[in-house]
């Protein structure tokens, strides 16, 4: 079946656009661009995320072994990102189509005023119809303030604009329920939410990137929670992009969830800056797991566990320390600990601006 979509983020990894010795594989760059085009032109609204800028810095100099590994990596991305950029906007200008460079760091999605001015940005050049060209931002982001890989940004570009679908291209046709190297595993064309990934999927990564399936398996179906389809395929196979669309060729979809609003998109992918946190006893989550819209009030709270201000992201946890939900919180910690397990006191979280996992 054919999918028609108005807006669509597509995340290109590493193990697409290299060849085997590290290095850009520019030819595959330059059909996958074609395609794109192909795709723009139809009136489909793009935005790339896409990896490669450490592939495209190795390609124009040569790091000892003997350098220290983050200030390697640093070097590469910083040299090869000019690179990247400038392959692309050669690349999409054979086609009358200009791009735009868009470098990220996590602390970009922590706040919500930063969110809106990146997301406005985005909103700026796509009706201008320009391609965003999105990538994390290697030179400063290292350790702790590095997304788990690209596929976790693009899940978060995808939620931040509201795109219809997220297509994720890897170097495997999708996911399998087994290895996919053994005769014996079988692709799985659709998945839902009801699916349990993890106990059968491949946690091997693939040679240059950061993400192995399970990452790509768990981001994509959070993904799908929030209304939006994914599609993982095979990006070394030709005209992959337009063959997923077409519904020509088989791959992996999730398929989407009814949406949530624009504030519970930015929730849902805020667990990594929340700071503030509380638990709740097994009666508040009953009540906010169930089919009811249910705000959390402070009876249902029993400890609050680190500090927050009014308006923060917060998590809530409950009493065996596993993470319930996501929330903003309407006043801040010092307030929250005066109305613990109190009556008739106002929401912490209200339902609005709560997001269950």
């Known amino acids: 079946m054919a999918f028609s979509y108005q807006r669509i983020v597509i995340k290109i990894g590493s193990n697409v656009l290299t060849k085997s010795d590290g290095l850009p594989d520019l030819h595959r760059i330059g059909h996958l ?26 390609s124009m100099i040569s790091v000892s072994e003997k350098s220290d590994a983050v200030a390697a990596r640093q070097l590469l991305a910083s040299i090869g990102q000019v690179k990247l950029i400038n392959t692309y906007s050669n690349l999409f200008g054979q086609y009358d189509i200009l791009c735009s460079q868009i470098l990220v760091t996590k602390e970009d999605f922590r706040d919500r005023l930063h969110y809106l001015n990146m997301r406005n940005c985005l909103e700026v050049l796509l009706q201008h119809e320009v391609i965003p060209v999105v990538n994390e931002n290697d030179v400063v982001s290292v350790t702790e303030l590095m997304f788990t890989d690209n596929d976790e940004l693009a899940g ?11 297509i994720i291209l890897t170097n495997v046709d999708g996911i399998y329920d087994g290895d996919p190297k053994s ?62 669309l077409a519904g020509k060729i088989a791959h ?51 400890e609050v566990l680190n500090d927050f201000n009014k308006g923060e992201i917060i998590k809530l946890v409950d009493e065996q320390d596993k993470l319930v939900g996501l929330g903003i919180a309407e006043y801040g910690s010092d307030k ?22």
Request: proline content about 2%; hydrophobic content about 40%; glycine content about 10%.
């Open 33 to 58: 661009v074609e395609q794109m085009a192909v795709i723009r032109k139809q009136g489909v609204e793009v935005i790339l995320v896409s990896s490669g800028a450490v592939a495209s810095g190795r």
């Open 156 to 166: 978060l570009i995808a939620a931040m604009m509201n795109a219809s679908a997220l």
């Open 183 to 244: 005769k014996g595993s079988k692709l799985l064309e659709e998945i839902d939410n009801s699916t349990d990934l993890p106990s059968f999927v491949a946690s091997g990564k693939s040679q240059f990137g950061r993400g192995g399936m399970v990452t790509k398996s768990t981001m994509a179906q959070k993904t799908a929670q929030l209304g939006i389809a994914v599609h993982i395929a095979n990006g070394t196979r030709d005209n992959i992009l337009t063959d997923v």
């Open 336 to 357: 929250a600990r005066e109305r613990t397990g109190q009556k008739n006191q106002k929401a912490l979280v209200h339902y609005d601006y709560l997001y269950l996992l």
């Open 252 to 302: 992996t979809r999730f398929i989407p969830d009814k949406g949530k609003s624009g504030k519970k998109k930015w929730i849902a992918h805020s667990a990594h800056t929340a700071t503030g946190s509380v638990r709740i006893n097994a009666g508040a989550g009953a009540a906010l797991t169930s089919n009811k819209a249910t705000s959390l009030l402070p009876v249902g709270v029993v």
